[in-house]
């Protein structure tokens, strides 16, 4: 795969309305040798069809953008594409009932970055359906600082809330706990009430999960390798992101009646599990998927970190990239080394 990270000089500044035409974009190609990536000046009329224009001010990065970006994973349906699973910006344009220039608006998934151009641009144009109102309490920066991670961590919550899981019915385990969905569904379950064990690989990330909220520190491995199908109960749901055997062992170490939300396969996508957890202990499992979610769902998931994720709490979690180090980045959250969330500054 080749990848040129030289961002090249553009005529947009963000901002100054639809009159200007060029803008940059994070783009990815596909021909005979292979994958390339590159930042790309880009003219207005290369932006898909739409009912609304956007001048995005921040995306960030998620694990599915660095599958697209390292091409590890076929996520990307056709080319030239634009990755960016996320964004957050300003109308400039719009022909939806629903939007108007100038209102602060959020993306997340919809396919956006893998068959619809996405947001590691300076300009987007999709349907105004897939967006929801910036809530009040956070900017955009913050609000890419929770980005579709934050936002499946939160479906998660209220999964496991729907799903009859109680603070005084013992821990929740949040697996992958470092990234993004555990980063931010151990603060929300922490102000919940739950009290949180947060398993991980990086023993010298305790603090970082303790300032978070955990009040235990559980070693992956003690979750990656095959078990037996019923184990000791531990826990009283789980928020996993992991999938294949810390998903099968989460399920088997659940309490009676308790509840896991499922919503990643950062270990694999395979479920080598039984039916053990299920039919002997009325174990609940929740699949989570937050990229057709509707947009009720949605609303409330982004009213609850409106009202439970402290904006501060963000800047523990996340760390700023420009649009051209996202390319770079993407291939270090391929190999584990990113703690928590990734926000890209689209203009710089």
Request: net charge negative.
């Amino acid at each position: 795969m080749r990848i040129d990270v030289t961002s090249p000089s553009t005529t947009f500044l963000p901002g100054e309305g639809t009159a200007l035409q060029k803008f940059s974009a994070v783009v990815i190609e596909k021909g005979e040798s292979g994958q390339s990536v590159s930042v790309t000046d880009l003219e207005a009329s290369d932006l898909p069809q739409g009912d609304v224009e956007i001048e995005v001010d921040y995306s960030s990065l998620n694990f599915k953008d660095a599958l697209a970006i390292t091409g590890s994973s076929p996520v990307v349906r056709s080319f030239p594409m634009v990755p960016g699973i996320d964004l957050a910006g300003t109308v400039a344009d719009s022909s939806h009932p629903d939007w108007s220039a100038g209102d602060r608006v959020v993306l997340n998934g919809w396919g956006v970055g893998e068959s619809h151009w996405g947001g590691f641009a300076q300009r987007a144009r999709l349907k105004g359906d897939w967006l929801i109102p910036l809530p009040a309490e956070f900017t955009s920066r913050q609000a890419m600082a929770i980005g579709t991670a934050g936002y499946t961590a939160s479906l998660c919550v209220e999964a496991l809330l729907g799903g009859g899981v109680r603070p005084d019915q013992g821990e929740v385990l949040v697996t992958g706990a470092t990234g993004g969905v555990g980063s931010v569904a151990i603060a929300l379950l922490t102000k919940a009430g739950f009290s949180v064990a947060a398993s991980t690989g990086k023993t010298t990330e305790s603090a970082y999960l303790e300032q978070l909220g955990a009040t235990t520190i559980v070693d992956r491995a003690e979750l990656a390798e095959k078990g037996k199908p019923l184990q000791k109960e531990r826990w009283a749901g789980v928020v996993d992101s992991v999938g294949s055997h810390t998903l099968a062992n989460a399920c088997a170490q659940t309490r009676y009646g308790g509840a896991v939300a499922a919503c990643g396969l950062a270990q694999g996508m395979d479920f080598p599990a039984s039916v053990a957890p299920f039919i002997l202990r009325g174990v609940s499992l929740l699949g989570i998927d937050s990229v057709m979610a509707p947009r009720q769902r949605r609303l409330t998931a982004w009213n609850r970190l409106a009202r439970d994720l402290n904006p501060d709490a963000l800047e523990s979690i996340a760390h700023e990239v420009s649009l051209a180090d996202a390319i770079t980045s993407a291939g270090q959250l391929m190999d584990g080394t990113i703690r928590g969330r990734i926000v890209v500054d689209v203009n710089r």
